[in-house]
């Protein structure tokens, strides 16, 4: 099963926004081909179920990882080298995530630090 997306439509003239907003959905959304092509060879990800995944632990968690039903991006806020994406993703339970981005460098091509947070929706 393939997953809903809803861009937030923040990211238009911004290719920073875009792709910060293409690295949430990957990782919601357990595309790890996608999110490879985000990030660094040695990135971080503080996840949050709590663990810490670097490398290429990150794309083997992301295939095992189940795909969600739909993810509806909220909100793309970028400044500098950091970046936040809020979304709503819904798989058995509806949940809210945000994923705090640092970037490799001011260019914003690649991610080398991510951590997440997630709560129950209403």
Not at 89 to 116: L, P, T
Request: aromatic share 4%; proline share 2%; charged share 20%.
């Amino acid at each position: 099963m393939k997953t809903q997306v809803t861009s937030s439509g923040q990211c238009k003239n911004s290719p920073k926004n875009q792709r910060a907003e293409t690295l949430a959905v990957a990782l919601a959304s357990a595309d790890a081909q996608t999110a490879a092509t985000l990030l660094t060879d040695n990135a971080i990800w503080q996840t949050a179920e709590g663990k810490t995944l670097i490398g290429d632990q990150i794309g083997e968690s992301l295939r095992r990882a189940e795909a969600p039903v739909s993810v509806v991006v909220t909100h793309v806020i970028t400044h500098g080298k950091s970046a936040a994406v809020n979304a709503e993703v819904r798989a058995g339970k509806s949940y809210r995530q945000c994923d705090v981005f640092e970037f490799s460098n001011a260019k914003a091509e690649k991610v080398q630090r991510i951590i997440s947070y997630r709560a129950v929706a209403d």
